[in-house]
């Protein structure tokens, strides 16, 4: 009789599984499942891999070095050949590699808040403009969003121009030089943010600029660490075990910044004291008039209620980072492709040398305009070279995606920038470097959504232009000097995964005075 019961109990518990199966990955510790519209099988619109455990996908990633988990999205996207599905640690995860898709994600109404991998920067960025959302996002985006205009960027170039200078001041006396860009690259673009988008120069702190990127380096070992291990998705198991690591490295990058700030607002309340004094009837006291920085909105947004001291630590940290990092990879491989590709520079040289004097004195926005291919040639090393190889979204609500694809509230969907850039579908022999595709005629027929370096939609990056003006501006002083030679072989180059593209060697050139 007791058997006859214990049958019975376990072919309920059997059938119920099997039903909740059909809707939730149990084994997955209960994900739940990503469904079609109108039933067709998920599998015919998004395939889902097989994991390496029967736990889903949970454990793909466990125990892989930084390039065996940047690797591991190649892989899968070479074996799939389409955006497809994994179900890991409780959650359902879309991974975009095609267009259609991303633009489908980027521009969805509900698909607005940045993914789970972001709250893995938040002890560092805390909710600053990259990982907010809702009304705080909003209302961040459009006080920041002015900061951007064209007329603000035109008053950034002569810092630009002179920061760029400086960078060459280094190689003085020497004809000839082999430079390990990771070392230099990183130094000129925090130099250039902190001067342009904080109105502080780094002079006099060129020390503490330096701890500020080793440490930073510190920070993304935390971000790598818990990407790996599912058991570090939560902040509650992080902070009780692994937080503790990386504590001395966040007070060094949040000092770093708060004496930025603190510099700034010295600074501005002295112009704002010298203007009370000179000021006529018509000046408003509060708006500086010398050379405009980011910082001063935020300060001055301040003082009208509409964010307080912290809020100003998340947007300088978050501005910092976006703005000395990312930019210093796409210089990093922009420099690297001249290195490699000794025809394009050859263009990019003659192009610079019809629309640039020699002294530089015309170097503005204006003259920047005219060098379309170096342009293209950088947009194509950001092609294959995305600073952002991965972005990431959470359906906060239930979505339904234009493929009929139904995503439960609480899915993950990761959009595969570095796939999509070399998907064969969008790019004729998609790891050759050819700047031409970037060619008016070339680029009208091609999906929108093909190219997305800077993100897009309605969280696309802010500072975009910027970045574009900030790269073009340092390789047409750098060229005009030098020409640049190879000094590393492309094919041993190893990717590891990173808050953005990283490598596991350091890129070197070799620089060759101009005669």
């Not at 970037?438 to 800077?454: D, G, K, S």
């Not at 094919?491 to 070799?510: A, D, Y």
């Amino acid at each position: 009789m007791i058997i006859l019961w214990l049958v019975i109990g376990l072919s309920v518990l059997a059938h119920w599984l099997y039903r909740i199966n059909q809707n939730y990955y149990i084994l997955s510790f209960f994900s739940r499942r990503i469904r079609s519209r109108d039933g067709t099988p998920v599998e015919s619109i998004a395939p889902m891999p097989k994991g390496k455990t029967i736990f889903g996908n949970t454990f793909d990633l466990y125990g892989r070095d930084h390039a065996g988990v940047f690797d591991h999205s190649r892989e899968r996207a070479q074996q799939m050949g389409t955006s497809y599905i994994e179900y890991a640690m409780g959650t359902a995860i879309y991974n975009v590699i095609d267009a259609d898709s991303a633009d489908n994600v980027l521009n969805h109404p509900n698909l607005i808040t940045k993914g789970l991998v972001y709250n893995f920067l938040h002890p560092f960025l805390r909710t600053g403009l990259l990982t907010s959302t809702g009304k705080k996002w909003h209302a961040r985006r459009k006080m920041l969003t002015p900061t951007f205009h064209f007329n603000i960027l035109n008053q950034f170039q002569e810092i630009f121009k002179t920061e760029s200078i400086k960078f060459l001041r280094q190689f003085e006396g020497q004809d000839e030089e082999i430079i390990t860009l990771h070392d230099v690259i990183p130094r000129f673009t925090l130099n250039s943010i902190c001067e342009t988008a904080m109105g502080v120069k780094l002079d006099e702190m060129a020390e503490k600029g330096d701890r500020y990127r080793e440490n930073f380096n510190q920070i993304e070992e935390s971000f790598i660490r818990r990407l790996r291990n599912p058991l570090l998705w939560g902040d509650t198991l992080f902070n009780l075990f692994a937080a503790k690591d990386y504590a001395a490295a966040l007070d060094v990058v949040h000092g770093f910044s708060s004496e930025i700030i603190a510099k700034r607002r010295v600074l501005l309340q002295d112009e704002l004291d010298n203007r009370r004094d000179t000021q006529t009837a018509d000046d408003d006291v509060f708006v500086p008039k010398k050379r405009f920085a980011m910082l001063d909105t935020l300060i001055c947004a301040e003082k009208d209620g509409l964010i307080d001291h912290i809020g100003i630590c998340e947007e300088v940290d978050t501005l910092m980072f976006e703005g000395y990092d990312t930019t210093s990879i796409g210089l990093i491989f922009g420099l690297m492709n001249m290195s490699l590709h000794p025809d394009k520079q050859a263009i990019c040289f003659q192009e610079i040398q019809d629309h640039i004097d020699d002294d530089l004195s015309n170097l503005d926005v204006n003259q920047l305009s005219k060098l379309k291919y170096l342009e293209y040639f950088m947009k194509e090393t950001m092609r294959l070279f995305p600073s952002v190889p991965i972005m990431g979204r959470e359906a906060v609500q239930e979505a339904e995606l234009a493929n009929g694809l139904i995503i439960p509230k609480g899915s993950q969907i990761t959009i595969h920038v570095f796939d999509i850039h070399r998907n064969a579908k969008y790019w004729d022999s998609p790891d050759e470097f050819r700047p031409e595709r970037f060619l008016p005629e070339n680029v009208q027929n091609r999906h929108t959504y093909a190219y997305i370096p800077f993100s897009a939609g309605q969280r696309n990056c802010i500072g975009q232009k910027y970045a574009m003006q900030e790269m073009k501006t340092l390789m047409v002083v750098l060229l005009k000097k030098f020409e640049i030679l190879p000094a590393i072989d492309p094919k041993k180059i190893v990717f590891h995964t990173g808050i953005t593209l990283r490598t596991q060697n350091k890129i070197q050139v070799k620089l060759s005075r101009r005669k």
